[in-house]
Nanobody, 121 residues
Framework: QVQLVESGGGLVQAGGSLGLSCVASGNIIRIFAMGWYRQAPGKQRELVATITSGGSTNYADSVKGRFTISTDNAKNTVLLQMNSLKPEDTANYYC???????????????WGQGTQVTVSA
C-alpha cells in the first residue's frame, strides 16, 4: 500500500504566499516522479507542476514564475512554494506520484486526498 498525504493548504490574500507539502509512504520500491494537480469547482483537474526523480520540472503556463516545485528524495517528499497568489489559483490541490510498489514491476499513479487553497481578492 502506498499513501500520499498533503499538508499546508489554507486561506491567503491575493499576492500572498503558501507552501504545500506531500509525503509518500508505504511499500515503495522507487519513485519516478511527483507533482501537483488542482481542481477548481466546475472545472477539470489540471496539472500545476511535476518533477522527475532526475530533477526535471514541468509547470503549467499559468503558474510559471510564481510557483516552485522541489523534492526531498530521502524523505519521499514533494514541496510546492506558491508566491504571488491570485484568486484564480483557488482550488483543491492534489499530490500525485508515479511509483513502483511490490509486487508490481511497473509504475502506477497514486493520488493524495487533496488540500484546499483559497485566495481572496
Amino acid at each position: 500500500q502506498v499513501q500520499l498525504v498533503e499538508s499546508g493548504g489554507g486561506l491567503v490574500q491575493a499576492g500572498g504566499s503558501l507552501g504545500l507539502s506531500c509525503v509518500a509512504s508505504g511499500n515503495i520500491i522507487r519513485i519516478f516522479a511527483m507533482g501537483w494537480y488542482r481542481q477548481a469547482p466546475g472545472k477539470q483537474r489540471e496539472l500545476v507542476a511535476t518533477i522527475t526523480s532526475g530533477g526535471s520540472t514541468n509547470y503549467a503556463d499559468s503558474v510559471k514564475g510564481r510557483f516552485t516545485i522541489s523534492t526531498d528524495n530521502a524523505k519521499n517528499t514533494v514541496l510546492l512554494q506558491m508566491n504571488s497568489l491570485k484568486p484564480e489559483d483557488t482550488a483543491n490541490y492534489y499530490c500525485w506520484s508515479q511509483i513502483q510498489s511490490p509486487p508490481s514491476i511497473g509504475r502506477y499513479d497514486y493520488w493524495g486526498q487533496g488540500t484546499q487553497v483559497t485566495v481572496s481578492a
